[in-house]
């Protein structure tokens, strides 16, 4: 069974740091491109980044380049979401998504507030 379980989401002040994690299991990640995903309160979802499990190659949203970093570790089958800079702007429930397999994880809360 294909399984994505998201971790790492919390409270945080402005300008502060986070590491998201994404544990899959179910298949290998190495050989599939993920996606990030958010949705803010009332708002739709929102593509933050992507990762290619062929070559590596990183891709971001506008507003996350520079602040965010998409990253993997085959030996444990996990994805990692590191944001930097914070802003409130970025609360929202952030996701992991594998959409050749059609799988997305529940999700993992970030608040971003003084």
């Known amino acids: 069974e294909v399984q994505l379980v998201e971790s790492g989401g919390g409270l945080v002040q402005p300008g502060g740091s986070l590491r998201l994690s994404c544990a899959a299991s179910?298949?290998?990640?190495?050989?599939?491109?993920i996606n990030w995903i958010r949705q803010a309160p009332g708002k739709g979802p929102e593509w933050v980044a992507r990762?290619?499990?062929?070559?590596?190659?990183?891709y971001y949203a506008d507003f996350a380049k520079g602040r965010f970093t998409v990253s993997r570790d085959n030996a444990k089958n996990t994805l990692y979401l590191q944001m930097n800079s914070l802003k409130p702007e970025d609360t929202a429930v952030y996701y992991c998504?594998?959409?050749?397999?059609?799988?997305r994880g529940q999700g993992t809360a970030v608040t971003v507030s003084s």
């Open positions: 998504a594998a959409p050749v397999l059609n799988s």
């Open positions: 179910g298949f290998d990640v190495s050989h599939h491109p």
């Open positions: 990762i290619n499990g062929v070559d590596d190659a990183t």
